[in-house]
């Protein structure tokens, strides 16, 4: 926007101001304090660094100008409201606009109201002063003094009234009579004890009484009161004791200034800061309070229960038929929700598709129980939003437990849990929390989180297997393979943390890192040995095939380390060459031209079309470990057969054959006699540190059943 737009703001803002309120300064001079104002707002709403008290700073200034006629903030609020938006194309990226503006319309609300009750107190002060000035003048010239206090009395904008030590209601001002809605006559007839409002506090009347007794001088509060016409209003009251000149108590007088409307927007800002915009259900700061609530009681023995909910296939809804139509679904679920729940329970949705009921006192979990199936019952029916019937299914992790053995952030962690247990069980149904599980699936989720930055630490490590060829019982290669040196689970194998790697996606990094370790590490065998250094054999996961930047990334490592591209070979399973995707069949290709060896690992276990070996740039197979246990006995001939039938299949195809998972001399003979060309497996070495592959390159340990380093 330019400088014009703000000036037409500006403008418009004036209009505004001058039409609503009793400004003293000129149009153009009260256009240009606007104006600065308007950068003010602008400059707020764009920073970088969102700080929404600008606005408050605004209302202050506001109330400063004496902008505060009767409608003058709503027309400021509403112009605000309509202009910000327009902004949107100078918003820094990813600036949630809306959420600015409204946090900006509230913050100048609440500046606004706050500094205009300062100035309510300020004047309530002055008059009160004012007052006791006038009653003291009265006393010393009493015509005189009556006159200037009846003026102010008559002409004060606050309700004022005088009554005697007893409560009775003496006076009351012009004011006091139209807030109220009684005359001065029926004032008089009142005494202070009928204005007790049902729901007073106890403390309210303690003070009121410690001042008749003259205890104290005067007390301020905030207190509701019943009108003539049985409405309901908000005040600030002010109590004052009057004194006679032996310093006894006189008489006592009430300032009060109606704050209803501010109250009113007070509490709508409260329920907005409480409640789901779209659902009037609890928002996820209300459960935060009231499971705080909760818990900051006694606990003895008291139990709480969750209930989380999330629905299934709810992003195929808004996908396919539109959010207006998942706001309708969310709608009702939240309606079914609450009719499944007494009014002692809160039900809250948590954000999207996820919701949370909380039952305290439960009786154990078959109360919790009850609940999910009534729930799960409720849902049943379908929804019908405009011209479509939709189905709602929910899945529920529902966690009842002792108030003195959790607390709210486990408490809801795990339901949430147990929720995705459900969803992992089926869906459309409900799970109850396990100790148990929960321990052990917390425990991974923790190895997953934390996983990336155990890689940059340096707590993984790799750890190398010969690879020796079984017909001289020569070190040919070595495997790669990573371990994890935990700070506080000691060294973890890759059973822990492989699947977890794959499952989020580290394992992409993880591969990255170990395939760069791996080729740093043959650098150095073959600085060291020359042409006896070892092949050095790396996996690659599914995950890594399917990246964009494999070759690339191979190329480079390489490269870095000075390497023969026929010094690595790659690993892959049968898994990660399954589909028709030509992606990773082109890399693999690639990775061929170049000189890469690439292994087929684990072949046997798998339901692999064997003439589609053909097509891949394969170099050798590697036997499942399970061919090991069956060759373990001479007599057992079928799988005999089914070795020597693969081997000559795979020398067919130009193929060397590695046998894996060998660990007694007889098995190393019978793949020998079967023809396999090398074999890895505890005979001949357990995965080792590099020391124990040079120990073995220089003949100082010799082949055959060696432990690791």
């Given at each position: 926007m330019t400088h014009a737009d703000y000036e037409a703001f500006a403008q418009r803002w004036t209009e505004a101001i001058v039409g609503s309120s009793y400004v003293s300064m000129g149009r153009r001079a009260l256009a240009k304090h606007l104006l600065d104002l308007t950068y003010q707002l602008v400059e707020g709403f764009l920073a970088a660094e969102f700080d929404p008290s600008v606005g408050r700073e605004v209302g202050v200034a506001m109330v400063a100008g004496h902008f505060t006629g009767?409608?003058?903030?709503?027309?400021?609020?509403?112009?605000?409201?309509?202009?910000?938006?327009?902004?949107?194309?100078?918003?820094?990226?990813?600036?949630?606009?809306?959420?600015?503006?409204?946090?900006?319309?509230?913050?100048?609300?609440?500046?606004?109201?706050?500094?205009?009750?300062?100035?309510?107190?300020?004047?309530?002060?002055?008059?009160?002063?004012?007052?006791?000035?006038?009653?003291?003048?009265?006393?010393?010239?009493?015509?005189?003094?009556?006159?200037?206090?009846r003026a102010m009395f008559t002409e004060a904008k606050l309700g004022i009234g005088i009554g005697d030590l007893k409560g009775n209601i003496t006076d009351a001002n012009p004011a006091l009579q139209q807030m109220f809605g009684y005359s001065r006559e029926e004032f008089t007839q009142l005494n202070v004890s009928a204005m007790v409002h049902p729901e007073d506090a106890e403390s309210v009347w303690e003070v009121y009484v410690e001042l008749v007794r003259g205890e104290r001088d005067h007390f301020r509060t905030e207190k509701r009161f019943t009108t003539r016409d049985g409405g309901e209003i908000w005040t600030d009251l002010t109590v004052s004791l009057v004194r006679d000149e032996g310093g006894e108590p006189a008489y006592q007088v009430a300032l009060l200034e109606d704050v209803s409307e501010r109250r009113r927007m007070q509490e709508r800002l409260q329920y907005q800061a409480y409640h789901d915009p779209l659902t009037a259900l609890a928002n996820r700061q209300m459960v935060?309070?009231?499971?705080?609530?909760?818990?900051?009681?006694?606990?003895?023995?008291?139990?709480?229960?969750?209930?989380?909910?999330?629905?299934?296939?709810?992003?195929?809804?808004?996908?396919?038929?539109?959010?207006?139509?998942?706001?309708?679904?969310?709608?009702?679920?939240?309606?079914?929700?609450?009719?499944?729940?007494?009014?002692?329970?809160?039900?809250?949705?948590?954000?999207?598709?996820?919701?949370?009921?909380?039952?305290?006192?439960?009786?154990?979990?078959?109360?919790?129980?009850?609940?999910?199936?009534?729930?799960?019952?409720?849902?049943?029916?379908?929804?019908?939003?405009?011209?479509?019937?939709?189905?709602?299914?929910?899945?529920?992790?529902?966690?009842?437990?002792?108030?003195?053995?959790?607390?709210?952030?486990?408490?809801?962690?795990?339901?949430?849990?147990?929720?995705?247990?459900?969803?992992?069980?089926?869906?459309?149904?409900?799970?109850?929390?396990?100790?148990?599980?929960?321990?052990?699936?917390?425990?991974?989720?923790?190895?997953?989180?934390?996983?990336?930055?155990?890689?940059?630490?340096?707590?993984?490590?790799?750890?190398?297997?010969?690879?020796?060829?079984?017909?001289?019982?020569?070190?040919?290669?070595?495997?790669?393979?990573?371990?994890?040196?935990?700070?506080?689970?000691g060294v973890l194998g890759p059973e822990r943390f492989i699947g977890l790697a794959e499952e989020s996606g580290a394992i992409v990094q993880l591969g990255h890192w170990v395939l760069a370790r791996a080729c740093e590490q043959a650098r150095a065998w073959r600085n060291a040995f020359g042409d006896a250094a070892p092949l050095v054999s790396v996996n690659l996961a599914p995950r890594q095939l399917h990246e964009p930047s494999l070759v690339a990334d191979v190329t480079k490592i390489l490269a870095d380390n000075e390497l023969e591209p026929s010094s690595l070979q790659l690993e892959l399973t049968e898994q990660s060459l399954m589909g028709d995707e030509a992606g990773p069949l082109s890399a693999l290709t690639k990775l061929h031209g170049m000189g890469v060896r690439m292994a087929l690992d684990d072949f046997g276990d798998g339901y692999w079309n064997l003439p589609d070996l053909r097509r891949l740039p394969l170099r050798e197979l590697k036997l499942a470990g399970s061919f090991a246990a069956g060759l373990q006995s001479p007599c057992n001939l079928v799988d005999q057969r089914i070795?020597?039938?693969?081997?000559?299949?795979?020398?067919?195809?130009?193929?060397?054959?590695?046998?894996?998972?060998?660990?007694?001399?007889?098995?190393?003979?019978?793949?020998?006699?079967?023809?396999?060309?090398?074999?890895?497996?505890?005979?001949?070495?357990?995965?080792?540190?590099?020391?124990?592959?040079?120990?073995?390159?220089?003949?100082?340990?010799?082949?055959?059943?060696?432990?690791?380093?």
């Open positions: 009767t409608g003058t903030l709503k027309e400021t609020l509403a112009l605000i409201a309509e202009w910000l938006p327009g902004l949107l194309a100078s918003a820094p990226p990813g600036v949630d606009v809306t959420g600015r503006v409204a946090q900006l319309v509230g913050s100048l609300a609440a500046g606004y109201a706050s500094a205009l009750r300062e100035r309510s107190l300020d004047e309530q002060d002055a008059i009160y002063r004012a007052g006791l000035r006038a009653r003291r003048q009265a006393e010393q010239a009493l015509a005189a003094s009556e006159a200037k206090f935060t309070e009231r499971l705080e609530q909760i818990f900051a009681g006694p606990a003895s023995r008291r139990r709480v229960g969750l209930c989380f909910l999330d629905l299934d296939g709810f992003k195929v809804v808004n996908d396919s038929l539109g959010h207006h139509v998942g706001d309708q679904l969310l709608k009702t679920v939240a309606s079914r929700l609450t009719s499944c729940c007494g009014p002692e329970q809160l039900v809250a949705r948590m954000g999207g598709d996820e919701f949370l009921i909380i039952v305290e006192d439960t009786a154990g979990e078959a109360d919790m129980a009850a609940l999910a199936d009534k729930i799960l019952s409720a849902m049943a029916a379908p929804v019908r939003v405009d011209d479509h019937s939709l189905t709602v299914r929910t899945s529920i992790g529902v966690v009842e437990r002792p108030v003195a053995d959790t607390n709210p952030a486990d408490l809801i962690q795990a339901a949430d849990i147990t929720m995705y247990q459900a969803k992992a069980g089926g869906k459309a149904r409900y799970a109850m929390f396990d100790q148990n599980r929960n321990d052990s699936e917390v425990a991974s989720f923790t190895l997953s989180a934390t996983m990336l930055a155990a890689v940059a630490s340096g707590e993984f490590f790799v750890v190398y297997q010969p690879l020796v060829g079984l017909v001289e019982g020569a070190l040919r290669g070595v495997e790669a393979l990573v371990r994890w040196r935990h700070p506080t689970l070795v020597r039938a693969l081997v000559d299949l795979a020398h067919a195809l130009d193929l060397t054959v590695t046998a894996e998972g060998i660990e007694t001399l007889t098995q190393c003979e019978s793949f020998q006699a079967l023809g396999c060309d090398t074999g890895q497996g505890a005979w001949f070495g357990l995965p080792g540190t590099p020391e124990l592959i040079d120990a073995l390159l220089l003949g100082a340990v010799p082949l055959g059943n060696r432990e690791a380093l």
